[in-house]
């Protein structure tokens, strides 16, 4: 079945140390999207790529960057992780953005991954 | 700008019960609405989207929604609830905004429990 995969599912890293979430999907999407979910909030869009076009959204911190190498991987990087930063990390792809043939409508729907759930010691 | 509100953090319903969750929304254009299910430590299943013509939209696993753009609401229901529904929704609002489709905005959330 063509689906979003995240590696790991929990990862655990100390204040300040770097850490890298993974993100890889089969079905061929042109967009990859990053949020950030803590506990009992919903969503928070952290950036996307469509493409190779990166799209920070401006409330982003610097401290998260984002990688896609190619279409298939889109990777989320932490730099220097604080306590504030635990959270679930969830990875979405949508076909494209726009309107256009996505279905009734024209919108194109997101499809998410399972989740990172990241914890800072 | 486009934002949600979704009334009620925490919904408890009897098995076999009407699931109503609420979600009001803003937007400035015509909103593109859409429901998402959250299972514990899972990703977000797209239940149901609203994008244009009819305002009554069936969804996966029995639940409906309707736009009234009269009201700002998007309410998502289920007449029979059962176990397997006990999850987090999310209400969502997308916007066409002439460039580009606008990013989802997410809603709080609404944890529905569901009592044998």
């Known amino acids: 079945d063509a689906m979003v995969i995240q590696n790991p599912r929990y990862q655990v890293t100390q204040f300040g140390k770097p850490v890298t979430l993974s993100c890889s999907q089969t079905l061929n999407h042109n967009v990859m999207y990053w949020y950030q979910q803590k506990s009992s909030q919903a969503p928070k869009l952290l950036f996307h790529y469509y493409d190779k076009d990166f799209n920070n959204e401006a409330d982003t911190p610097d401290n998260f960057q984002s990688r896609r190498p190619n279409t298939s991987f889109c990777f989320l990087d932490i730099r220097s992780p604080g306590l504030g930063d635990a959270a679930m990390y969830l990875c979405?792809?949508?076909?494209?953005?726009?309107?256009?043939?996505?279905?009734?409508?024209?919108?194109?729907?997101?499809?998410f991954g399972p989740g990172t759930r990241l914890t800072v010691t | 700008a486009q934002s949600v509100t979704q009334l009620g953090s925490h919904v408890s319903v009897s098995e076999g019960a009407l699931v109503l969750l609420r979600c009001n929304y803003s937007s400035s254009v015509p909103p593109y609405l859409f429901w998402y299910v959250q299972y514990p430590n899972q990703g977000l299943q797209l239940l149901l989207k609203y994008t244009t013509g009819a305002t009554l939209v069936k969804g996966i696993n029995g639940f409906e929604a309707e736009f009234k753009k009269s009201e700002t609401s998007f309410h998502l229901t289920k007449p029979s609830a059962h176990m397997s529904d006990a999850a987090e929704y999310f209400c969502?609002?997308?916007?066409?905004?002439?460039?580009?489709?606008?990013?989802?905005?997410f809603g709080k959330g609404t944890k529905l429990s569901v009592k044998p």
């Open positions: 979405a792809t949508s076909r494209d953005t726009g309107l256009g043939s996505g279905g009734p409508g024209g919108i194109y729907e997101q499809y």
């Open positions: 969502a609002v997308s916007a066409w905004m002439g460039g580009s489709q606008g990013n989802l905005i």
